[in-house]
């Protein structure tokens, strides 16, 4: 059974730093994985897919990468803002399947 | 364009009750999901559609859970006999997906979530 953990559960910084955050995956298998953000009471947005064909994908101040064979990803943040204050989620679609699975995502918190 | 809208955007209902909620995908997208989100922790998957029909509903707790989508664009879930443990957010998904050709999922675009609360 494919189990997603994401570590940490919540981090704090001070505006302006460069951050990682951590999702790991059981099984390798996966057609893709996503990360999202989600901000208080609202839904998820999509940041970054990356298939599994691939190794990483950018957009604007943000880096995803994938290692499938040691069941990893990595969201990059550079130069973080307040306004990137929110909870990140990673997802993982099995092979075969159109549906997600979630970790439970890190609280970020970024200091002015 | 509209995004994923989701009706109503809080509901509460007593244990016992039957509640509806509504889901409009994006124009045009083909596959719509729901998903359940309990405080503090990670949505979980209860159904996929691809088009009219329910392609995987492997994630439905147990048959007080139902899901239609008879047109293939608008959908509902349907919960008979709610219970306490009932109590989440319930979001709703869609994407593009080129079904049957056998290529990976497209990003899935979610609404703002119904927040249900059972008393």
């Known amino acids: 059974k494919q189990e997603v953990t994401q570590i940490p559960a919540a981090l704090s910084v001070p505006e302006g730093e460069n951050l990682v955050l951590n999702c790991s995956f059981t099984d390798s298998a996966i057609y893709n994985l996503q990360w999202f953000r989600q901000d208080p009471g609202k839904g998820l947005t999509s940041l970054l897919l990356i298939q599994s064909s691939q190794r990483e994908q950018t957009s604007g101040r943000l880096n995803a990468s994938l290692d499938k064979s040691s069941g990893r990803s990595t969201l990059y943040i550079a130069a973080s803002q307040p306004g990137d204050s929110a909870t990140y989620l990673c997802a993982v679609s099995p092979p075969g399947t159109y549906k997600y699975i979630f970790g439970t995502g890190t609280r970020l918190k970024v200091l002015a | 364009g509209a995004g994923v809208s989701q009706t109503p955007s809080n509901k509460v209902t007593e244990k016992g009750k039957y509640v509806e909620l509504r889901c409009d995908p994006i124009s045009g997208h083909t596959a719509l999901y729901w998903y359940r989100q309990s405080l503090g922790q990670g949505p979980e998957f209860l159904i996929y559609?691809?088009?009219?029909?329910?392609?995987?509903d492997s994630g439905l707790p147990n048959d007080r859970f139902f899901a239609v989508r008879p047109e293939g664009s608008v959908s509902t879930l349907k919960i008979q006999r709610t219970e306490r443990g009932d109590s989440a957010v319930y979001l709703c998904?869609?994407?593009?997906?080129?079904?049957?050709?056998?290529?990976?999922?497209?990003?899935?675009?979610f609404g703002p979530g119904t927040r249900l609360l059972v008393l």
């Open positions: 998904a869609s994407s593009l997906n080129p079904h049957g050709t056998g290529g990976p999922p497209e990003t899935q675009y």
């Open positions: 559609f691809q088009g009219t029909g329910a392609a995987d």
